[in-house]
């Protein structure tokens, strides 16, 4: 199972090293660290809102997980510096990736 297809089912998965433990971002089959296996890790994972700006009544938010890497996420409400967020929807649309958060 790749990241990919797990995020194009609407499922975020972290990917991490079985060997060294690192995450390994942007998501790949073999580690950037130690060429490790790479296990896709299901959560409930909580991020922290870095920033955001907001366009035709959309709001951007660069969001941070694991204080590792960061992903830019639609938010419905409108977003604060430092918010903690969940991942609320997920998939690939166009080739691109796209995450909401809540
Ligand atoms: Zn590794």
Redesign the pocket.
């Known amino acids: 199972m790749s990241f990919e297809t797990k995020l194009n089912d609407g499922i975020f998965c972290i990917p991490k090293?079985?060997?060294?433990?690192?995450i390994?971002w942007p998501p790949a089959d073999?580690?950037?660290?130690?060429?490790?296996n790479?296990s896709l890790k299901e959560g409930e994972f909580e991020g922290k809102i870095i920033e955001f700006s907001s366009k035709e009544n959309l709001y951007f938010c660069l969001v941070e997980f694991e204080k590792t890497f960061r992903i830019i996420a639609t938010i419905l409400k409108t977003p604060d510096v430092g918010q903690s967020v969940k991942i609320s929807k997920c998939g690939i649309i166009g080739g691109d990736y796209f995450f909401e958060v809540n």
């Open positions: 090293c079985d060997d060294c433990k690192k390994v073999l580690c950037n660290h130690c060429f490790g790479v």
